[in-house]
């Protein structure tokens, strides 16, 4: 999810959830300790715990360095991306290519776990390339686990090193949902979370009656509005009692403000594309998004958007 779910994109997902656990996009440990992203790692605490930080690497060291100053920073949770099937990401070593190494990834969740006292997760495939049988998952797991490693989370999906790229790796290799409820059946004490082209909550709540959680991704990106009752249906609480209209508004009015902080349109705006997915006037409201976004103008704008949906 990089360049999705950043800082703006969990404003707008609080004001539908005030329950779900926010994952930011994965951040690199080289861009961290190298590079000038600490931009990437900002959050505001006041509206957005329960929140996890996913890092990308494949060095104990730097990732201990990176989860310790992630812990400082009050993040509730450092989740490793053992599952990017990105040929840049390969080039770095970590990400999928790293389900071939899992004694590396022992060694990685260790030294992290050394370093800090918040939980340590990873997020995986169910395998990489032709590797894709429950033995191998199985394996990998085994080697991964120790007394203090508590949450797996599993796209249900192979990853295809050479060949597709990462937007075809998340279509072609197909869904295998039993891969992950077997993981649960064959490590019981393990918090398995299941990962991948999950549309709704129904289906959600569908896989709860196997595994204990449900990640989504790019359902949840295209539509946010399919969050709109994950607090009263999943967490037993009241939802939001903000409609679609107040949503977009708040989000239009925060928009404005960022636009002063020095935030362009394209790069706040982007996240509300598909807020009003499947109404009668959604292509007409995406090509004014689009426009606020060419323009850099967005006032003259609001009322209109929010009117559409």
Not at 41 to 65: K, T
Not at 128 to 157: C, G, M, Q, S, Y
Not at 262 to 271: E, I, Q
Request: net charge negative; with cysteine; charged share 25%.
């Amino acid at each position: 999810m990089m360049q999705c779910t950043d800082i703006h994109d969990r404003y707008l997902i609080r004001l539908i959830t005030k329950k779900a656990i926010l994952y930011t996009e994965m951040v690199t440990t080289g861009a961290i300790i190298h590079g000038n992203c600490m931009h990437q790692l900002d959050f505001r605490p006041e509206i957005e715990h329960p929140i996890a930080v996913q890092l990308g690497g494949s060095d104990p060291h730097d990732l201990s360095v990176c989860a310790k100053l992630c812990e400082q920073l009050g993040y509730d949770e450092i989740n490793l991306n053992v599952g990017c099937p990105s040929e840049r990401v390969q080039k770095g070593a970590f990400g999928a290519c790293l389900m071939l190494e899992p004694n590396l990834v022992s060694e990685c969740i260790n030294a992290m776990q050394n370093s800090v006292d918040i939980p340590i997760t990873v997020k995986c495939r169910i395998g990489v390339d032709k590797n894709d049988d429950l033995d191998f998952l199985f394996n990998f797991i085994e080697k991964i686990k120790n007394p203090k490693f508590h949450t797996l989370i599993v796209h249900a999906r192979s990853a295809i090193l050479k060949g597709l790229s990462p937007r075809q790796n998340r279509q072609i290799p197909p869904l295998k949902y039993n891969h992950v409820t077997e993981a649960k059946k064959a490590f019981p004490d393990l918090e398995i979370i299941i990962n991948g082209g999950i549309i709704d909550i129904d289906e959600s709540v569908e896989h709860l009656q196997n595994v204990d959680g449900v990640m989504l991704g790019r359902s949840a990106y295209d539509n946010p509005m399919i969050l709109k009752h994950v607090d009263s249906r999943i967490y037993g609480v009241e939802d939001t009692m903000l409609d679609r209209k107040e949503i977009l508004q708040d989000y239009l009015e925060y928009c404005i403000q960022q636009s002063a902080n020095g935030f362009p349109y394209s790069r706040t705006l982007k996240h509300v594309f598909g807020i009003n997915r499947g109404m009668a006037n959604a292509k007409t409201y995406r090509k004014l998004i689009l426009e606020s976004m060419q323009t850099n103008e967005l006032k003259s704008h609001v009322n209109d958007l929010v009117a559409m949906v």
